[in-house]
């Protein structure tokens, strides 16, 4: 590898000189700056970044941990992460936590060592679950910039990206009982995460206000290991009245949606189906599902903005919540 001292030797001038010159220093004639830039590209010369990033203390690096990278949203999330960071001038380093503790346990301590300049993570199911967070805590007592985003504990004192989960399920409720629903089902898969019950909270407190609404609220758990389908098939069979889905994952409310088209419901005559996903499940069904869109890509770029933000920004200040808002996408399966 080319290094500077062996530039400033061929030239016959100064470490210091090739260093001004590369970097177009006003110090330096133009002549010279021609010279040592001509050189360098004919030598193939690429800057030491461990050197610089020792030097100045940054890597322009990000560590990103997602819990599920096969999740749509995530998946998204991340494209939109590494789109923002790169625009910014950032690298990023992903990890997959695949909802275990553990692992995002070792991926924070394996990028803590000077690889990142702070992290932008989303919580994975397990550390919920368990309310286990001491690994994040450590990090933010030793002053590394954290962003979480999504997924995030309410505790912990740094920079956060959400959605309004609670209102989201509020609204989209909402526009089931102004349809005229008197049986509204909750189908959900993520009731043990913070977003999962922030949106059935949403739903219960839309029934709660609604004077008119005289049944109970029912919520379908669905267990991680457990067949949706079968359990999807059960509601129709236990509650023949059910004229309003509201699904808070993201995938329960195509399944729903495909198994009352099966069973002969007339949507949205009969039956009102909403989900909570993104685009990735519009082209699968006919008639279109409407949906509660969650502006994900605005997720990833915030949560990169705050990050850069926070490194670049010199006195300490408190932390900051960012609420993206969601937007209720009426399609087919909704009057």
């Known amino acids: 590898m080319v290094t500077l001292k062996q530039l400033a030797e061929q030239l016959n001038v100064s470490v210091s000189t090739v260093s001004k010159a590369l970097h177009n220093s006003e110090e330096i004639s133009k002549d010279t700056i021609l010279r040592v830039q001509e050189l360098a590209k004919h030598l193939n010369y690429q800057p030491n970044k461990m050197a610089l990033s020792l030097k100045s203390n940054r890597t322009n690096t990000l560590g990103v941990i997602i819990p599920n990278v096969l999740n749509h949203f995530f998946a998204k999330a991340l494209y939109a992460i590494e789109m923002e960071a790169s625009k910014q001038g950032y690298n990023i380093i992903t990890c997959v936590s695949n909802e275990l503790l553990v692992k995002e346990e070792s991926s924070l301590q394996l990028l803590s060592n000077g690889s990142v300049d702070g992290f932008i993570m ?129 995938i329960s409310g195509v399944i729903a949606l495909h198994k009352a088209l099966n069973k002969g419901y007339k949507v949205p005559e009969e039956l009102s189906i909403i989900g909570f996903s993104d685009d990735n499940v519009l082209v699968f069904t006919d008639p279109k599902l409407s949906t509660i869109s969650q502006h994900t890509f605005d997720i990833g770029k915030t949560s990169v903005q705050l990050m850069i933000d926070r490194l670049e920004r010199k006195a300490k200040t408190d932390p900051v919540t960012k609420t993206i808002r969601t937007k209720l996408v009426l399609r087919g399966t909704t009057k």
């Not at 504990?153 to 009982?177: M, S």
């Not at 349809?179 to 009731?191: A, C, P, T």
């Not at 913070?194 to 267990?223: C, D, F, M, Q, T």
Request: glycine share 6%; with cysteine.
């Open 122 to 250: 989303s919580i994975a199911e397990e550390t919920q679950i368990k309310n286990k967070t001491e690994h994040i805590s450590k990090l933010l007592d030793k002053g590394i910039p954290m962003v979480l985003f999504d997924r995030v504990a309410d505790h912990l004192e740094c920079d956060k990206v959400i959605i309004d989960d609670f209102g989201a399920a509020y609204e989209a409720t909402k526009h089931l009982l102004q349809e005229g629903r008197q049986h509204i089902v909750l189908i959900s898969d993520i009731e043990e995460l913070s977003v999962g019950k922030l949106r059935i909270n949403g739903y219960l407190k839309a029934l709660e206000e609604e004077v008119n609404y005289k049944n109970e609220p029912i919520v379908i758990h669905i267990g991680k290991e457990a067949d949706v389908e079968k359990i999807v098939d059960n509601l129709f069979l236990s509650n023949k009245k059910v004229d309003g889905i509201l699904s808070i994952d993201n």
